[in-house]
């Protein structure tokens, strides 16, 4: 290694929380380095200050609700906290890049990626504007955006979310700076463009031997991509070290809690693999659906799709955005509509029929969704919300409310949060909440709708234990939809791959993660961060999934 | 709701309304004890200016007492913004929920209809509509009405669209509960907030569009009310400012206080609404 | 955009057919109506008009005669003025432009131009000093701040002419008249675009404000984008969409206000014809001036869709 000076070094940051008593601090008193051509990674759950850390380090902390209040920063030797606003405007874009989360939102939508790039230059340097349009179109191509000359014109709405992402990096890296800041910029994107930007940023780190700061809450991002990692919790730095060593010999409970709480690729039967007993309970045949968009565009969701579901079976439904594993799922509840196909339930059909036709097989299928903060009324109570389902069930209300309360104890909640607000519980807890609703009605069939995807890792691990105990004690089949195999392949007996309305694949859990036969299965497994390292013998020494 | 009052009390906006809008009230209320004989009674000599003996506001070209019509004239103008307003919201939450929940051609036809009453310009149909129907106290209510219900049901309706599509909606939907119930149990009480914000920001636009049909003479010749006053000031500006400026005032005060009532309203209401669906 | 024409004809063709029916709802004989009730009509005349409007005779004839007349551009005839209504208007029509068209972009500017101070200082005395007087005016009725203005600069101060539209008896030349016409126009222009002011001020610092906080601007200030580049190529930019369409929707509302206008100051324009309309229960006039002030709206409001297309490139302009 050189002896050169690190780019950056974080000296006790912190940063307080305004209007809060006792004062809260969202990062307290962190310190850490980065030296050049070296990657380090930021990992924790939501509120752990990471990002608040990344904001801090280009001066860009949001104005009101926070405040620096202790601590310095350093770039380049620069000290970046005793600078005024003049000062850090130089400083951006030069010496520091930064990107962010959402893509969809993190380019002005009235401005030509052309005029964006353009901008940077405009702002710091004084090259002609020949100049500038050649360097932005030599930018493109650095960030392999394919047809460089042609994207400069588009608007953003007319790219797609991995094209912008690999504007934005293309943005941050015009002037070149030592360091690049990551804020999570591969959270909102699909598993496959994930591999692709994450191999992109690490490529350029090594052309151009910069510093990167990468902001993730994902371990198995870590595994793949940084050569140091800081864990944090809670605003404080939890651990910190190499990533080998922070991998595999952690020394902190709650880093070896996360590392766990990492869904693994399960490529061995270790389930016993259920054979799709006969009749099914869910037999799907030929459903179709088609959308008509702006301009007369056609979207194909649904192309003629067929699968069936045995009684006591967990189907895993996986695809990226797009694939129509939602709308399937959706119509299997009875909330859309197909366009032709039928789907039979107990060999009766449910397309087309309104609640009351079907009577009772409607309650029979039912659905818990993604995001925990819209799934539940906020008006309403724990209890009500339960309870009512129950009495539509038949139940008289003192029994209805009885089942309630024995169904949140089955959840793992307390008795006491029946009369409680949803707004009181965490996003964790509140899909526990919707399970035991879902359960009320006494299902046989139970369509999770990527209801883990929202949770922080580590609650996830403890809902899918949750829904694995449930469907043994109620018997329940299930159709899990999620766009992340690993998770599947934990959870599911047979999974079935989506892409663009279509089954791609469809089988055995162990043997479509373990061999797959297609190529774009080949491609989703290969594209699952950290799964050299993750998934290593020598690493995975407890059982798949802890808790 | 505590929450919400706690909210509404700490801005000083909605207390200043609240404050203002009391005493508008209090006006309307006690007309009838402080000035018995009505706003039509002739008291004095013509054109007195205000602070003449017992005239605190003067009086108007016919001896009439300013003060008397300002405290009648209170009253005027908040049943009239009261009523039609209500008239207003029942038409458009009942047509924006149905149009933003069945959806489908029901929707569309709505839709047309809104649309086409927000394209014709409302103060110009309101003018035509009590000019034709001759001015009457039922033809102005009438009119606001028909001018004020379109934006109310596409408020409704692009509610209660956002709404249908919640998580929350559909569980209760494969729960069993019946179309009205989610309306009324599920859909409604999360929309209440901005209802209740428009509809009182809406009694302010229905006085102000009374007192200028009342200004420009089509007003219920039988009520005296601020707009009138105005209107048949104009020509005597002159000789007896007062006569304008008095009651243009009350206006200004009464909706100003509405005003800031809604917009606190909104304030109480919002963040409330927000870190009860944000878990904050 | 051709589908938006179509809309456009469509929505002017229901105007005249709620016209149409307008003056049958009312109470009494549809005839009486369209003479007027001044009682100036005499039996023949009424008998006249029964017999033009085809009014004894099955709705579906009546309403192709009135089609025909509309194509035609015939909105009836005023007895009261002895010409036709049409006429009438078209004298009149340029000077309500003028007041409605100055207002409109007075308000705009001024409205947006103090809305992004205000944004861009948000919190501050400056600030809190604009919100209120947007505040003030928002609740003030057109015709009581037009009196005021009289009372104030005219009356009292005589700095500015109170009615009419130009100074008679008086010969100027064109560049004086200009000036006499401007000199006469500023209170009546002040006075309706008072009110908007205060509604676009409000808007565009809420839509500032809003703007602000999406994600793009902290790209950009990430960029090292100096604060002037950001507020002005990124927030106002997508602050001003909004407006655009805001403006559409209170088009109606402007032109609308003409009529107190007009009326106060003496202005001769449509709206002060309506007003006389009113008074002289000449319903042919007053529908007439309904008709057109409708069509004009939806002409800016097409106007006002078609500046959205060209701004946001989301939106597709054929």
């Known amino acids: 290694m050189t002896s050169e000076a690190p780019i950056v070094k974080v000296e006790s940051l912190s940063v307080e929380v305004i209007g809060t008593t006792p004062p809260r601090l969202a990062v307290n008193s962190v310190s850490f380095e980065i030296n050049p051509n070296e990657t380090m990674c930021l990992v924790g759950e939501s509120g752990s200050g990471k990002s608040m850390i990344a904001h801090a380090l280009i001066g860009l902390l949001p104005t009101h609700g926070v405040r620096h209040v202790g601590g310095k920063v350093f770039i380049e030797g620069q000290e970046i906290t005793a600078l005024d606003e003049q000062g850090l405007r130089a400083l951006r874009g030069t010496s520091v890049g930064m990107i962010f989360q959402e893509p969809m939102t993190a380019l002005n939508p009235l401005m030509t990626v052309a005029q964006q790039i353009d901008e940077v230059f405009r702002a710091h340097t004084a090259m002609s504007r020949a100049e500038r349009y050649a360097k932005s179109v030599e930018l493109l191509a650095d960030v392999q955006i394919p047809d460089p000359a042609t994207a400069m014109a588009a608007y953003p709405f007319q790219l797609s979310g991995g094209q912008r992402q690999r504007v934005m990096i293309a943005m941050a890296l015009a002037l070149s700076p030592r360091l690049l800041i990551a804020d999570e910029p591969t959270t909102a994107l699909d598993v496959t463009t994930q591999a692709q930007i994450l191999a992109l940023i690490r490529q350029i780190q ?159 299928i039912q659905m818990v969704f993604q995001d925990p903060y819209a799934s539940l009324n906020p008006r309403h109570r724990i209890d009500d919300i339960i309870a009512s389902g129950a009495i539509y069930c038949g139940l008289e209300r003192e029994a209805a409310y009885a089942r309630a309360e024995e169904l949140l104890r089955v959840v793992g909640m307390d008795k006491n949060c029946m009369r409680r607000f949803p707004h009181q519980f965490s996003g964790g807890q509140r899909q526990r909440i919707s399970i035991a609703r879902a359960l009320a009605m006494q299902p046989k069939l139970l369509i999770a709708d990527e209801a883990v995807s929202a949770l922080d890792v580590s609650v996830q691990a403890q809902v899918l234990t949750l829904l694995r105990e449930i469907r043994v004690e109620f018997g329940l089949s299930m159709i899990f939809i999620t766009h992340d195999l690993r998770v599947a392949s934990g959870l599911c007996d047979r999974i079935v791959v989506m892409r663009a309305g279509q089954i791609i694949e469809s089988g055995a859990a162990a043997t479509v993660c373990g061999s797959p036969q297609e190529t774009y299965t080949r491609e989703l497994v290969a594209a699952i961060p950290g799964k050299r390292r993750m998934f290593s013998p020598t690493l995975v020494t407890e059982p798949a999934i802890i808790e | 709701m505590k929450g919400v009052f706690a909210h509404y009390a700490a801005t000083k906006g909605g207390l200043l309304g609240l404050f203002m809008l009391l005493v508008v009230i209090v006006m309307a209320a006690s007309a009838p004890f402080l000035f018995p004989a009505g706003p039509w ?240 | 955009m051709g589908f938006r024409l179509v809309k456009a004809v469509v929505v002017i063709a229901l105007i005249a057919l709620f016209n149409f029916f307008l003056v049958r709802m009312a109470p009494g004989d549809p005839a009486q109506v369209m003479a007027g009730q001044s009682g100036a009509a005499d039996e023949k005349y009424i008998a006249q008009l029964r017999q033009d409007f085809g009014l004894d005779q099955p709705i579906s004839t009546q309403l192709g005669l009135y089609a025909k ?123 309706l675009a008072l009110f908007y002011v205060a509604i676009y001020a409000r808007l565009t610092r809420a839509s500032m404000l809003e703007v602000s906080r999406l994600d793009f601007v902290k790209t950009a200030r990430a960029k090292g984008l100096a604060d002037r580049e950001v507020l002005v190529r990124h927030i106002l930019r997508n602050a001003l969409l909004p407006i655009i369409t805001y403006a559409g929707i209170h088009v109606g509302g402007l032109v609308g206000g003409s009529i107190v206008v007009e009326t106060i100051f003496a202005w001769p324009g449509v709206g002060r014809l309506a007003f006389e309309a009113v008074n002289q229960r000449d319903y042919s006039v007053l529908l007439g001036v309904f008709f057109v002030i409708s069509v004009i709206v939806v002409i800016v409001n097409l106007l006002t869709d078609f500046v959205y297309a060209l701004v946001d490139p989301r939106i597709e302009l054929t």
């Open chain 3, 69 to 191: 007349r509309i194509v035609q551009l015939d909105l009836g005839y005023s007895h009261r003025q002895s010409q036709p209504v049409l006429t009438l208007i078209l004298e009149r029509l340029p000077a309500t432009l003028l007041l409605t068209g100055s207002a409109f972009a007075l308000s705009l500017l001024v409205g947006v131009l103090l809305g992004v101070w205000s944004a861009s200082k948000a919190g501050g005395w400056r600030d809190r000093a604009i919100s209120a007087a947007a505040l003030l005016f928002y609740a003030t009725p057109i015709f009581w701040s037009g009196l005021l203005l009289i009372l104030v600069f005219s009356v009292w101060l005589d700095w500015l002419p109170a009615y009419g539209f130009s100074s008679i008896g008086v010969t100027m030349s064109a560049w004086q008249k200009v000036i006499d016409v401007a000199r006469h126009a500023v209170l009546p222009v002040t006075t």
């Open chain 1, 206 to 364: 090594i052309q151009r031997a910069i510093a990167v700061l990468f902001i993730t809450h994902d371990f198995g991002v870590v595994s793949d991509i940084a050569d140091r990692v800081l864990v944090m919790w809670q605003g404080r730095c939890v651990e910190a070290g190499t990533v080998q060593d922070v991998l595999e010999s952690p020394s902190q409970a709650y880093t070896r809690k996360l590392i766990q709480a990492v869904p693994r690729l399960v490529t061995s039967a270790a389930q016993g693999l259920v054979e799709p007993p006969v009749p099914a309970l869910l037999k799907v045949e030929n459903l179709s659906k088609r959308y008509l968009g702006r301009g007369g565009r056609v979207t194909q969701a649904l192309d003629k799709v067929s699968l069936e579901v045995g009684p006591g079976e967990t189907v895993g439904l996986v695809g990226e955005s797009g694939s129509g594993k939602s709308t399937l799922g959706k119509m299997a509840v009875g909330l859309l509509q197909p366009d032709s196909g039928s789907i039979l339930f107990e060999g009766q059909n449910i397309v087309g029929r309104s609640r009351k036709q079907l009577g009772d097989v409607r309650r029979q």
């Open chain 2, 41 to 280: 009674e002739i008291v004095g000599a013509p054109f007195e200016p205000p602070l003449s003996e017992h005239l605190l506001l003067g009086t108007d070209m016919l001896g009439r007492n300013i003060a008397a019509a300002i405290f009648h004239g209170a009253y005027v103008s908040l049943l009239i913004g009261l009523v039609s307003t209500l008239a207003a919201m029942v038409i458009g939450i009942t047509l924006g929920a149905v149009a933003g929940y069945v959806g489908g051609w029901i929707d569309q036809v709505l839709m047309g209809l809104v649309e086409f009453f927000q394209t014709i310009p409302s103060f110009v149909l309101a003018v035509v509509l009590v000019a034709i129907f001759n001015p009457s106290l039922g033809a102005i209510v009438g009119a606001i009405t028909v001018v004020s219900w379109p934006p109310v049901a596409r408020l409704v309706r692009a509610e209660f669209l956002s709404m249908r599509s919640r998580e929350y909606v559909q569980a209760a939907w494969l729960s069993g509960r019946s179309d009205i119930a989610i309306i009324f149990k599920e859909i409604l009480p999360n929309t209440l907030p901005p209802i209740v914000v428009a509809g009182s920001m809406m009694v302010a636009t229905a006085i102000l569009l009374e007192s200028a049909l009342s200004f420009l003479g089509l007003g219920d010749p039988n009520l005296m009310s601020w707009g009138y006053i105005i209107g048949a000031s104009r020509t005597v500006m002159r000789q007896a400012w007062w006569m304008s400026f008095f009651p243009g005032l009350a206006i200004v005060i009464t909706v100003l206080a509405i005003n800031l009532i809604g917009e606190a309203l909104n304030d109480a209401l919002n963040p409330q609404l927000q870190a009860v669906e944000e878990g904050a």
